[in-house]
């Protein structure tokens, strides 16, 4: 099918972008199209004006920093998911990022699709809100009232819904470093790699010596919103503290009992997974 008629605009500045979002209730930002062109074309969006961001300097920076309260990573609207997976020193600084963007669509989508996009397009089908919202970072919005932080807990408010308001920008996400001592793990149930996750589990888990004193899982589609689990207390059986939480969705592409059966399979796995990699990390890291 082909779009209704919209306006166009590619502004070549932040300022400009802003006001002419403030000024068109029915415009949406288009980033790297890779949901809303395809929601355009089946014509389940309708905006009067798409406003394209990709002309706007500044933006397209992948920065990693390993010191102080600031140690992450600062991905701008503008970075390409290839971009993001192929940044070696973000993949260090936290490997979960590098872990899940390999399970994101296929090498063409993230050569196109922006990870800040994914993050405010919200789908509770996608990898990266849920791994911001594990690793407890936020994302930045730009609005003709001014900037703003929104925490990952705050920011995906249902299916497909952000709390971004309508005349916001979201210009840079922050996903916090690994702890030395933390490891991480992720892994995913796709029909085919690159398709969307019947279910995906992530986990970060944080030793105290050789005491895990932390660990949280994140789920992909098994809820409407990304879901995450603190199981620092139910290390034996994290599937069930996870399923006592989670609300498995059924549609399509997999029945509730099936995702719950995929919680089974994957949390321990992951759980696993992610405990060796923090005892790797802390191996490296203290002396013998
Ligand atoms: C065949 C296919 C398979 C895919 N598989 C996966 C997958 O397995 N996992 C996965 O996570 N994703 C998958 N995707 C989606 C892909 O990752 C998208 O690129 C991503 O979800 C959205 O990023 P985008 O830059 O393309 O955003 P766009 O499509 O441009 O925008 C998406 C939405 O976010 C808004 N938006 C985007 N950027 C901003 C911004 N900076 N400020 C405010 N609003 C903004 C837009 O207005 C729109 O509402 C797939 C896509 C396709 C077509």
Do not use: C, W
Request: aromatic fraction near 4%.
């Amino acid at each position: 099918m082909k779009p209704a008629p919209f306006a166009y605009l590619r502004p070549t500045g932040l300022e400009e972008a802003l006001a002419a979002l403030a000024k068109e209730p029915g415009a949406k930002v288009l980033a790297g199209g890779q949901s809303l062109v395809p929601l355009l074309s089946m014509r389940l969006a309708a905006p009067s004006m798409l406003i394209d961001i990709n002309a706007l300097p500044d933006l397209g920076h992948v920065t990693a920093s390993r010191e102080g309260d600031g140690a992450g990573v600062r991905v701008g609207a503008l970075a390409r998911h290839a971009h993001v997976l192929a940044d070696t020193a973000a993949g260090e600084v936290q490997p979960l990022l590098a872990l899940a963007l390999s399970h994101v669509a296929h090498p063409t989508i993230r050569n196109r699709g922006t990870t800040v996009g994914s993050l405010v397009h919200a789908d509770a089908a996608a990898e990266m809100p849920m791994v911001l919202r594990l690793l407890e970072g936020s994302v930045d919005v730009a609005s003709v009232r001014g900037r703003r932080t929104i925490p990952a807990a705050e920011l995906f408010a249902g299916p497909l819904e952000s709390t971004l308001a309508h005349d916001e920008i979201a210009v840079e996400a922050f996903f916090p470093a690994l702890p030395a001592t933390a490891g991480v793990a992720f892994q995913e149930i796709a029909r085919r790699h690159g398709d969307y996750a019947l279910v995906g589990v992530a986990a970060v888990v944080e030793l105290d010596g050789d005491t895990v004193a932390r660990a949280r899982m994140g789920f992909v589609s098994v809820s409407d919103v990304p879901v995450v689990v603190d199981v620092t207390d139910a290390l034996d059986d994290p599937a069930a503290k996870a399923l006592a939480e989670l609300e498995p969705a059924e549609d399509i592409h997999a029945t509730a009992a099936y995702r719950a059966h995929l919680v089974k399979v994957l949390a321990p796995r992951v759980l696993a997974a992610a405990t060796d990699h923090a005892r790797t990390r802390a191996g490296e890291v203290t002396p013998a």
